[in-house]
């Protein structure tokens, strides 16, 4: 054992030019590694929860999360900027099957909380059809971008899709990139929104209503106590139709800097198929929930 140490270190010292280079350009790629994929953050490290019907399974740090997940680059077409972006991020199924096994692809929704109160749910069967991703960086950016003028921070996490090799992502609406996620939950819709859905004998137009609200407007707006925090409750004690008529209402949704200067509610989507058909349908799902009124809980 001795003389074999000896011959080693004989060895290292006879060739030290040899391996130096080596060693040196081994640092050096694992120090560019972890400066592309880990930002770094002046406060508290980025935290994440994942919960199941409400019960928290887990809660980590971007660090932690990143020991289970490998982090890549992604490129997007980055809807609010309105240009290529290329962001830090996890492959959000493995993310998921890290997290829950596979008992997520049982799931029937995916709940998103926001740091801003808004709160998207996004069906389990687009997570599985089409490739996402939970970014948590820009290289050599901040972790924000530019909307309507203002600077966004998009930490601690921000659901992202491949809309570049995905066709059918390419014109969708911003409702499902949710920004400042803090919290990943597996729902069932009726479980965790009970009080959303038009009665049964509601008209098909405000059925359809209800799948357009859901996409475009729950992320945002409570109905009868149910859905994000970021503004208005729209029917309890008293339905936006009984304060707005009809004409105006339909005027907010497709253009509200026509009613109001600087106002946060954005346009519906100016990029949806039969987009006035749309207005109409959620008009009517809207009207059929003032007949729906459930007093949120307390």
């Known amino acids: 054992m001795k003389s074999a140490k000896k011959s080693a270190m004989q060895n290292a010292m006879k060739y030290p030019k040899a391996n130096t280079p080596i060693i040196l350009c081994s640092v050096l790629i694992l120090i560019s590694t972890l400066a592309t994929h880990t930002p770094v953050y002046a406060g508290d490290p980025p935290t994440i929860q994942f919960k199941e019907a409400g019960k928290l399974v887990k809660k980590l740090t971007l660090e932690e999360l990143g020991k289970l997940v490998s982090a890549e680059k992604i490129k997007v077409n980055e809807l609010h900027e309105k240009s290529q972006m290329e962001y830090q991020a996890f492959r959000f199924k493995s993310v998921l099957d890290a997290i829950y096994g596979k008992r997520w692809s049982k799931t029937e929704e995916i709940l998103f909380t926001c740091s801003d109160g808004y709160q998207p749910s996004v069906p389990q069967a687009k997570i599985e059809a089409y490739p996402s991703f939970l970014a948590f960086g820009r290289p050599d950016h901040d972790f924000t971008l530019t909307y309507e003028k203002k600077l966004i921070p998009l930490g601690p996490f921000y659901l992202i899709w491949d809309n570049i090799h995905t066709e059918e992502l390419k014109w969708e609406d911003m409702g499902d990139w949710p920004y400042q996620v803090t919290t990943v939950d ?106 729906n009124k459930k007093k949120p809980p307390q």
């Open 186 to 291: 597996l729902i069932r819709f009726q479980d965790h929104f009970p009080n959303l859905a038009p009665p049964e004998k509601s008209s098909a137009a405000a059925k359809r209503g209800f799948l357009t609200y859901r996409k475009n407007c729950l992320t945002c707006h409570t109905i009868n106590g149910e859905g994000g925090n970021k503004a208005p409750e729209l029917n309890y004690p008293i339905n936006i139709l009984e304060y707005y008529s009809e004409k105006w209402l339909k005027k907010w949704i497709s253009d509200p800097t026509s009613i109001r200067y600087r106002t946060g509610m954005p346009a519906f989507n100016p990029e949806a198929q039969n987009r006035a058909q749309k207005i109409e349908d959620l008009v009517a799902y809207l009207r059929a929930m003032g007949k």
